[in-house]
T-cell receptor, first 111, second 115 residues
Framework: EDKVVQSPLSLVVHEGDTVTLNCSYE??????LLWYKQEKKAPTFLFML????IEKKSGRLSSILDKKELFSILNITATQTGDSAIYLC???????????FGGGTRLMVKP | DAGVIQSPRHEVTEMGQEVTLRCKPI?????LFWYRQTMMRGLELLIY????????DSGMPEDRFSAKMPNASFSTLKIQPSEPRDSAVYFC?????????????FGPGTRLTVL
């Protein structure tokens, strides 16, 4: 059975800290690894990773994929209170754009 | 583009009643997904349509749940009869199968409470 596991389950940091969120996956016919941010509403897309070792960056956020170890990390530097959210990773598989989601990491950034 | 549109945003009903959730995907997208999210189980895929045809409904919890997509711009998820354990946030998401990305775009969700 496909599974995506995220760690830690929750994290509390102070503004300015750097955080690393982890995602391991076992997904049959794996195609891509996606990261989403979910605040009080719908998940919003952050990154899609398909190749190992190539870092994707967007401002203070960056992510990388290791397809050998079946692992991805999401880094957030100089955290801000607006980064407080649940971060979801998902494994994309088959040719149908289907995703298996992890349970999420709840990040709280304190002022 | 207005994004994925869902209605209603909130629904409170009593056990045994029929509930219908509605979704309008992003124009031009040909794949549509219904998810359920709870604290206990996280985000679960219920059913997936491609070109209006149900492809995978293995996530539908039981026969009380049914989904339809009569055309490319509209889908419904129906629960009949509803039970308290169906209380959750139901998300609809759409994507374009065949494009360069697997990205799914989520609607705002319907928060369902069954009393």
């Amino acid at each position: 059975e496909d599974k995506v596991v995220q760690s830690p389950l929750s994290l509390v940091v102070h503004e300015g800290d750097t955080v690393t969120l982890n995602c391991s996956y076992e997904v049959t016919n794996f195609r891509s690894l996606l990261w989403y941010k979910q605040e009080k509403k719908a998940p919003t897309f952050l990154f899609m990773l398909t190749s190992s070792g190539i870092e994707k960056k967007s401002g203070r956020l960056s992510s990388i994929l290791d397809k050998k170890e079946l692992f991805s990390i999401l880094n957030i530097t100089a955290t801000q209170t607006g980064d407080s959210a649940i971060y979801l990773c998902a494994g994309g598989y088959n040719a149908g754009n289907m995703l298996t989601f992890g349970g999420g990491t709840r990040l709280m950034v304190k002022p | 583009d207005a994004g994925v549109i869902q209605s209603p945003r909130h629904e409170v009903t009593e056990m045994g009643q029929e509930v219908t959730l509605r979704c309008k995907p992003i124009s031009g997208h040909n794949s549509l997904f219904w998810y359920r999210q709870t604290m206990m189980r996280g985000l679960e895929l219920l059913i997936y349509f491609n070109n209006n045809v149900p492809i995978d409904d293995s996530g539908m919890p039981e026969d009380r749940f049914s989904a339809k997509m009569p055309n490319a711009s509209f889908s419904t998820l129906k629960i009949q009869p509803s039970e308290p354990r169906d209380s959750a946030v139901y998300f609809c998401a759409s994507s374009f199968l065949g494009g360069p990305t697997d990205t799914q775009y989520f609607g705002p969700g319907t928060r369902l409470t069954v009393l």
